[in-house]
């Protein structure tokens, strides 16, 4: 049993928890890597002691860094990076910093190696598919557009043509005024519909498509805003410049969202063609002929100027999981013309390719692979390193650390494992409350290590006998 304090008493397994409040908040999900925003690098290249919420990692960082710096180039094209390193050691985390350097915008697909053994698709197309989601397209698109709010909307009728009864709507008027001007536009009666369809009154601020006669209500104007504190209207503010003008739309999709799209063409609305959608398989294979028709009408937009491609990263986390088809087939993808920035990580050393039976390469990759990518190490963590770590996970995770804990904390994981030391912060902080704290205490951790094993203690038990009747020999 852990040793404990003078003024605390010992807390059982079975504590019934302290009456609480229930908390009116929800409470967000915190991810193993929330802590991480970047690479943290200066402008100089040089990694920071605790830059963007990494810890350590000071070379692996740089280099990183370096790989950042060729991405934005567009030098990084036909090669691969590749993080090897020990179990938890950062590889991943590595990755996603990458990906933040790079920014929002860019497209990043992250996956892991097993996920290509799939019962629905080839394993090829697995890869595929991650690789085109992976590969952005920021098209650009300059609009012609009436904008302003509406001072006018007069529908004009006119005898119905096809029968002797009824008016039929012949056109519609309608005023829109800016900061600069006013206009009257005389439109269609199919614009009328989707005014009506838009519940657009006067007072809105809308804008209308000139070229594909397309209405969408932005919000009502804030001259009609009111002093009451409950609304449930959205007010925006008048226009500037000209009712006629022209504005530039842009829209981010990726080369993933083209081919699946057109892979699943949309049928008629009747019942049999919405139960047929819904029988068919979740995932549907997109053929090379379609991609090949996908990149020929992409490349028509960027030689005329209107789409851009943004080349995105891919991370394969434990790659060695690939096996041989999987590895030439990327080969291949790295070769094209458009194949985005990869990520490759490991933890293996000389271990046999997936797939043969004789063949054994450096971290599971053939060396024809290998020699595409750029190899970058990670370190273990020092006792000081896994105590700052602990330290920014528990103001993450918003846990409070009594005297000592950390200290307790910093030498487990540099006995044990990073990984373990972080694992025992939140069922500590649940025995803390349990026994009606609000900081866990080194007890506490004494208590985990009781209650869980850490991987080499487990295997050393294992090891020395196994188990028989459910008990370590």
């Known amino acids: 049993m852990a040793s404990t304090s003078s003024t605390l008493a010992p807390v059982a397994h079975n504590a019934l ?26 402008a100089e290249g040089l990694a920071n002691v605790d830059g963007a919420g990494f810890i350590g990692q000071n070379n692996a960082r740089e280099a ?29 985390a590595l990755a996603l910093a990458v990906s933040h350097e790079l920014g929002s915008k860019v497209p990043f697909c992250p996956m892991v190696g097993s996920e290509v053994y799939s019962t629905e698709v080839k394993k090829t197309e697995v890869l595929a598919e991650a690789f085109r989601r992976a590969i952005g397209l920021r098209i650009k698109e300059t609009k ?18 096809l029968s002797g009864y009824g008016k039929t709507v012949s056109h519609v008027v309608v005023g829109l005024k800016t900061i600069k001007g006013t206009k009257q536009l005389r439109l269609d009666p199919s614009i009328y519909e989707a005014i009506l369809k838009e519940k657009i009154v006067v007072g809105d601020v809308i804008y209308i498509e000139a070229n594909t006669g397309a209405v969408k209500r932005v919000g009502r104007s804030d001259a009609y805003a009111s002093s009451y504190d409950l609304e449930s209207e959205t007010y925006v503010p008048l226009p500037k410049g000209d009712v006629h003008k022209r504005k530039e739309l842009v829209q981010d999709v990726t080369l993933g969202d083209l081919d699946s799209a057109n892979a699943r063409p949309q049928g008629g609305q009747d019942i049999m063609s919405v139960m047929g959608s819904l029988v068919k398989s979740g995932r549907t294979e997109v053929t090379d002929k379609l991609r090949r028709e996908v990149n020929k009408i992409v490349k028509g937009y960027v030689d005329q100027g209107v789409a851009e491609v943004v080349p995105g990263v891919v991370f394969i986390d434990e790659v060695h999981m690939l096996d041989i088809e999987c590895f030439t087939y990327l ?44 190899i970058v190490k990670t370190e273990g963590y020092t006792r000081e390193q896994v ?11 918003g846990l409070k650390l009594g005297p000592n804990v950390l200290d307790k904390l910093a030498a487990e994981g540099e006995k044990t494992s990073l990984r373990y030391a972080l694992q025992l912060l939140t069922p500590a902080s649940i025995l803390a409350t349990l026994a009606g704290r609000t900081q866990i205490e080194v007890e506490d951790i004494g208590e985990m290590n009781e209650l869980f094993l850490d991987a080499k203690t487990s295997a050393t038990l ?12």
């Open 331 to 374: 080969n291949a993808l790295l070769e094209s013309p458009m194949a985005p920035t990869v990520i490759f990580a490991t933890n293996r050393g000389h271990s046999l390719v997936r797939g043969t039976s004789d063949i054994v390469s450096p971290h599971g990759v053939p060396v024809d692979l290998l020699d595409r990518c750029m």
């Open 64 to 92: 990183c860094g370096v790989i950042v710096d060729l991405i934005k180039s567009r030098k990084f094209s036909g090669r691969a990076l590749l993080l090897v390193g020990a179990p938890g050691t950062g590889k991943t």
């Open 462 to 473: 294992i090891g020395e006998g196994g188990f028989q009747g459910g008990k370590f020999l």
């Open 17 to 42: 928890p302290p009456p609480s409040v229930p908390s009116a908040g929800r409470s967000s999900r915190i991810a193993p890597h929330s802590h991480i925003k970047g690479l943290g690098v200066t």
């Open 387 to 397: 105590g700052k770590v602990v330290h920014l996970r528990a103001i993450v995770e």
């Open 144 to 161: 012609e557009v009436y904008e302003g709010e509406v001072t006018e909307l007069t529908p004009t009728e006119s005898e119905n043509p």
